[in-house]
Nanobody, 120 residues
Framework: QVQLVESGGGLVQPGGSLKLSCAVSGLTMGYYAMAWFRQVPGKEREGLLCISSNEGRVYYQDSVKSRFAISRDTVASTVELQMNSLVPDDTAVYYC?????????????WGKGTTVTVSS
């Protein structure tokens, strides 16, 4: 059974940083592109960035390019999202996802999300 479990969400002040982690089990992570998405209640889920199986980065949102970074540890089966210079508009539920075909294809597996709140 494939499981993606996000952690690390919480309350952070504007301008602060947060690192999210996604623990992956039930699949060989090295074969998958791993991505982070987010969703604000009442809005559509949006892709943020993705890391391919060969470590290439794809940014779905230019607005996060200078502030967010993605990394993966295939041995530990984790993928992380480092978020810096957070603003209230970054408040959302953040999801980890895996895509067998690559960053530009539909995600095959999703986590249940972790909530990030940016507020003073």
């Amino acid at each position: 059974q494939v499981q993606l479990v996000e952690s690390g969400g919480g309350l952070v002040q504007p301008g602060g940083s947060l690192k999210l982690s996604c623990a992956v089990s039930g699949l060989t992570m090295g074969y998958y592109a791993m991505a982070w998405f987010r969703q604000v209640p009442g809005k559509e889920r949006e892709g943020l960035l993705c890391i391919s199986s060969n470590e290439g980065r794809v940014y779905y949102q230019d607005s996060v390019k200078s502030r967010f970074a993605i990394s993966r540890d295939t041995v530990a089966s984790t993928v992380e999202l480092q978020m810096n210079s957070l603003v209230p508009d970054d408040t959302a539920v953040y999801y980890c996802a895996a895509a067998y075909l690559g960053c530009h294809y539909d995600m095959n597996y999703w986590g249940k999300g972790t909530t990030v709140t940016v507020s003073s």
